[in-house]
């Protein structure tokens, strides 16, 4: 009998990795299974759904079938059974025995543990399944209190902000977007919230959620703000149950435990995506960055690797190379930040330029301000807050750069043109005052 | 007496050479000399100056010399003299001793040696001090032929058709921008020319200009065209005579040869930007690359050793990143092409994507096309066009990956938002082809 690779989860990092290890080996029967009714959703469309600028992008379980030669279960749960099968219910039910399997389960919202979360007018922002269910909850409130000053709760401010609503949002940490910005680059974003009409509360956390069925107020740590709906954007925590069950290791991140290759620690067993661990590429450390293009890279490596029934590709330590959007503004960043490297005890130093995403002289260039963070004389971090994708390009480049001399990144080559970038790159340009 | 540093040309290249010699060697006397009224001119900005989206970016003499500590002469012609002494002539006249000089006189438009490129009407693209006069010349005509079909011609091309001029586009060679482009990119670009208005004339020379006083018709070798102005693009060359009267060696391009430090055959002259040659980080050979960053990071090199008195700053090889632009299709490159790969005999292959600069779901993505190329697992080229400034993302990001193996930019890593990217960067979805 053929070999059989069974992968459990639907998103992108399930799907890549059930198409690759299909392609590897297309002797092989390849099974993929996910519990909601979709695969490969992308959860970064949830915000634009909302704001109706975009459609949803899916592919139904035939399609994808079809087109990969993998079969498909959808709405269909997978635990573990006796002698460590997979038990199957839902729409397909029973035992389900595998040679190979990759788990790539995701990640889910973390709930804040707090009286009132279950009130009418509370929203978790979770999958696109829910984007109009959202939406239509969201319809008749006049004021929304955001939890979560991340880049999810940015997204759904903008989006609400957009609509009319009064927003005000809501962030236990001294500053906005803390994971991802250093406070002087996070004021940036903090200005132009409340340029664009938001309401910050930073240093508050939601201590309670009080209504007569649905929401009127929430309390906080700093007082209380009375409100018709709340969103939930206070992160995520990987869905580690199916690993543990199988008897895989967790790492100090509480996400799968990986070698190199995505095996975990159960032989034959691989993990992919928001329900595993990263190699830090600076730290040298295990980290946990659910980030959609791990996903898909880590579900091209594991399909690989189980495809081939040996351990063929690595996946590389990352940069947590990353962008969000605020309206017009765009954030980005790639490495270690400044307090974050001082977390992991190293010494670092930094500098900031002011530039533009196009030439000077151009009339419609619009100003971007780049962080450079290096250590011993090595690049280890860049944060980029500006009006414009160029952002994206700035945190790009330099993902590549990370971990190299400064000297090197000064004469790191890009294309020049006016309307495309400044002739001194804004990376170069804040490297060369930290030569 | 001090150390004299003597830096003949203020365009990019030396105006950055001169502020960096001062900065590393505050003591020495740096001397920056230049024909022109201005320094730190910027060429690629004479397009828009003539279509007035920008005003041209450059420093007064005073304020450079101000705010460098250099001694700066504009308007002053320097030659070899007696002795190896500089030789000054126009506003400042005279002989200069120096202790070590940066030779950075760049490039001149390559005007065809045809009959009639003398005529009224006929004009060449060469400094932004003409931009007015080219503009004024321009204005009367109601047909332009421009002679030249590499990326400035392109350019002039565009600000003439937005200016409501019947364009003819004069290109000797097969396709257009075929010194950047393989043919099958640069057919989407010719589909794109012609959309806009402009009219294609490949494969055809020119041959002679005809007027009485002022142009009225070009002949080519395939016909002629009646017409009331010539744009001439046909192309640049390194300004080398100073260089060759000081005794340094030319390579086999025609540029100055330099060591990797940018000394050329003259010990203690150095040479930076346009008029110097580079070396290519695929084919290892010298090639010549008139490029502005190149001329930016040349002069800080140059100007870094000169100042320093030794060879502490290496100038890396490059991969010739470039983009351009027609209206709001973009289009730019790195490495080498699969043609040009095959001139140097280098076996290629290639594979072209089609994708969008966004997140396919997002209503306003814009379609890209990027053509990866690889040599036995290695990428050695990138070819993008496409209608957004996300080309120059592409380039700049292939531009770090060039020399990798195809495995490694499978697994680069990149941000991803919908709004600045599809999930898959689309260098990687080529890259997957490749593998």
Chains 1, 2 share one sequence.
Request: charged share 20%.
């Amino acid at each position: 009998m053929a070999k059989r690779i069974v992968v459990v989860g639907g998103g992108a990092a399930g799907a890549t990795a059930a198409a690759k290890a299909k392609r590897v080996n297309p002797g092989a029967e390849v099974v993929l299974v996910e519990a909601g009714p979709y695969v490969t959703h992308a959860p970064c469309a949830v915000p634009y759904a909302i704001a109706q600028a975009a459609r949803l992008y899916i592919y139904t379980a035939e399609q994808f079938a079809r087109e990969k030669g993998v079969v498909v279960y959808t709405n269909t749960k997978a635990e573990v059974g006796e002698g460590g099968r997979l038990r199957l219910s839902g729409a397909v039910s029973g035992a389900l025995e595998w040679d190979a399997m990759i788990i790539a389960t995701g990640a889910s919202p973390r709930v804040p543990q707090v009286e009132g979360v279950e009130l009418e007018g509370v929203q978790v922002v979770r999958h696109p399944a829910e984007a109009e269910a959202i939406k239509k909850a969201l319809q008749p409130a006049r004021r929304v209190v955001v939890v979560g000053g991340g880049y999810i709760g940015l997204e759904m401010a903008e989006v609400l902000l957009a609509g009319g609503k009064d927003v005000v949002l809501l962030e236990s940490g001294r500053w906005i977007l803390n994971k991802m910005l250093d406070e002087d680059m996070a004021r940036l974003v903090e200005q132009y919230i409340a340029a664009r009409g938001g309401q910050l509360r930073l240093g508050e956390t939601l201590t309670r959620i009080v209504g007569r069925g649905r929401v009127e107020r929430v309390e906080t740590t700093g007082g209380s703000v009375e409100t018709d709906a709340v969103v939930l954007a206070t992160g995520v925590r990987p869905n580690v149950e199916l690993a543990k069950a199988l008897g895989a290791r967790l790492g100090e991140t509480g996400a799968v435990w990986t070698d190199e290759f995505l095996e975990t620690s159960v032989p034959g067993v691989y993990a992919a995506g928001d329900v595993a661990e990263v190699v830090h590429k600076v730290t040298g450390r295990r980290t946990w960055m659910p980030l959609a293009p791990y996903a898909n890279k880590m579900g091209y490596v594991a399909g690989y690797n189980a495809g081939a029934g040996e351990k063929r590709v690595r996946f590389p330590p990352v940069v947590g190379a990353a962008v969000t959007k605020f309206f017009d503004m765009y954030i980005g960043k790639a490495g270690l930040g400044e307090a974050e490297a001082r977390q992991y005890g190293i010494g670092a130093t930094s500098a900031v330029v002011k530039t533009s995403d196009k030439a000077a002289f151009m009339p419609d260039a619009r100003e971007i301000y780049v962080k450079a963070v290096a250590s011993r004389g090595v690049l280890i971090g860049v944060e980029v807050v500006g009006f414009s994708p160029y952002v994206a390009a700035v945190v790009d480049f330099a993902a590549q750069l990370i971990g190299r001399p400064v000297e090197e990144v000064i004469l790191a080559e890009y294309s020049y043109m006016p309307h495309t970038g400044p002739v001194w790159h804004p990376l170069v340009s804040a490297a060369r005052l930290l030569d």
